[in-house]
């Protein structure tokens, strides 16, 4: 474990295994710790980076929300890998760390050898920015004003949430119980900085046109913000493969664990291997 500076802030990073770099990107409502069945399995072969974003201890918390949407968020994963001293890696990203991921590969196309992107796309659709903007304004207003814990129940049993309960009782309780540490600040800023500014993904067609690196594409079948714009991905990307798991929600790393590890096994063994696309 260690810190690494991204432009003043202190990111709190952890590395196990050894081999080829991948480095995974956390969701809104996870932090380091959600990527742990993927670091048992990866680091067998791998060398596997974890953080957490800025905005979640003990990584540090800026005041300014300026700080934390684009393109912070994305220079803070070249900034880890660079304090780590890889020069190109696999880039595996959830949700909000998706949208962090696929802009890596379009500022940093250089060091992403691949990119994973799962669960991608809320609040993508133009239908769909208005309520977005405004939820996310909401919830940030909530964790200010009631906190973490109280938020947590919240925003951890929304409808694209509750497979993982139904699935695994003993994960979702994990999982609830490291959003109820959240930094109630650094979530309200996260909210305000990143999510309710960032542009739709389809602001960036053509840029994603020209993407020419490996892409594998996840979303759960009932995850159904994002199912619209992965679908709209996967038509735009030149060399996206899609992976859709079923009977799945939001957080299909935590629900399907090991099919979703063998299906980014197989993806990264293509790419290393030449036989992708």
Same mark, same amino acid.
């Given at each position: 474990?260690?810190?690494?500076?991204?432009?003043?802030?202190?990111?709190?990073?952890?590395?196990?295994?050894?081999?080829?770099?991948?480095?995974?990107?956390?969701?809104?409502?996870? *932090?380091?710790?959600?990527?742990?069945?993927?670091?048992?399995?990866?680091?067998?072969?791998?060398?596997?980076?974890? &953080?957490?974003?800025?905005?979640?201890?003990? $990584? *540090?918390?800026?005041?300014?929300?300026?700080?934390?949407?684009?393109?912070?968020?994305?220079?803070?994963?070249?900034?880890?890998?660079?304090?780590?001293?890889?020069?190109?890696?696999?880039?595996?990203?959830?949700?909000?760390?998706?949208?962090?991921?696929?802009?890596?590969?379009?500022?940093?196309?250089?060091?992403?050898?691949?990119?994973?992107?799962?669960?991608?796309?809320?609040?993508?659709?133009?239908?769909?920015? #208005?309520?977005?903007?405004?939820?996310?304004?909401?919830? #940030?207003?909530?964790?200010?004003?009631?906190?973490?814990?109280?938020? #947590?129940?919240?925003?951890?049993?929304?409808?694209?949430?509750?497979?993982?309960?139904?699935?695994?009782?003993?994960?979702?309780?994990?999982?609830?119980?490291?959003?109820?540490?959240? $930094?109630?600040?650094?979530?309200?800023?996260?909210?305000?900085?990143?999510?309710?500014?960032?542009?739709?993904?389809? *602001?960036?067609?053509?840029? &994603? $046109?020209?993407?020419?690196?490996?892409?594998?594409?996840?979303?759960?079948?009932? *995850?159904?913000?994002?199912?619209?714009?992965?679908?709209?991905?996967?038509?735009?990307?030149?060399?996206?493969?899609?992976?859709?798991?079923?009977?799945?929600?939001?957080?299909?790393?935590?629900?399907?664990?090991?099919? &979703?590890?063998?299906?980014?096994?197989?993806?990264? $063994? #293509?790419?290393?291997?030449?036989?992708?696309?």
């Amino acid at each position: 474990m260690r810190f690494v500076n991204a432009d003043g802030v202190r990111l709190y990073v952890e590395e196990t295994g050894t081999g080829d770099p991948i480095i995974f990107v956390h969701e809104l409502n996870a *932090d380091y710790r959600e990527w742990e069945a993927q670091v048992r399995w990866f680091s067998r072969f791998y060398r596997c980076i974890t &953080f957490n974003a800025r905005g979640y201890p003990p $990584s *540090d918390v800026p005041n300014d929300p300026s700080l934390y949407g684009l393109p912070s968020v994305v220079h803070d994963i070249a900034a880890v890998l660079r304090g780590v001293g890889i020069s190109r890696a696999h880039v595996v990203g959830s949700s909000m760390g998706a949208y962090a991921a696929l802009h890596f590969g379009l500022m940093y196309p250089d060091m992403a050898r691949s990119l994973v992107v799962s669960s991608v796309g809320s609040g993508s659709p133009p239908g769909d920015r #208005a309520a977005f903007v405004a939820e996310a304004e909401a919830t #940030a207003r909530a964790y200010l004003e009631l906190g973490t814990r109280a938020v #947590a129940e919240v925003a951890g049993r929304t409808p694209t949430r509750l497979h993982l309960l139904r699935k695994n009782p003993r994960a979702f309780e994990e999982f609830l119980s490291h959003l109820r540490e959240h $930094s109630a600040e650094g979530k309200a800023r996260t909210l305000l900085g990143y999510q309710a500014r960032r542009p739709s993904l389809e *602001d960036y067609k053509h840029e &994603f $046109s020209d993407l020419r690196i490996p892409v594998l594409l996840i979303a759960g079948d009932e *995850d159904e913000p994002c199912l619209e714009t992965t679908l709209w991905l996967k038509k735009t990307l030149p060399n996206a493969g899609l992976w859709i798991s079923p009977n799945s929600g939001h957080a299909i790393n935590l629900e399907e664990p090991d099919a &979703f590890n063998r299906a980014i096994e197989g993806f990264l $063994s #293509a790419v290393e291997h030449g036989c992708w696309r």
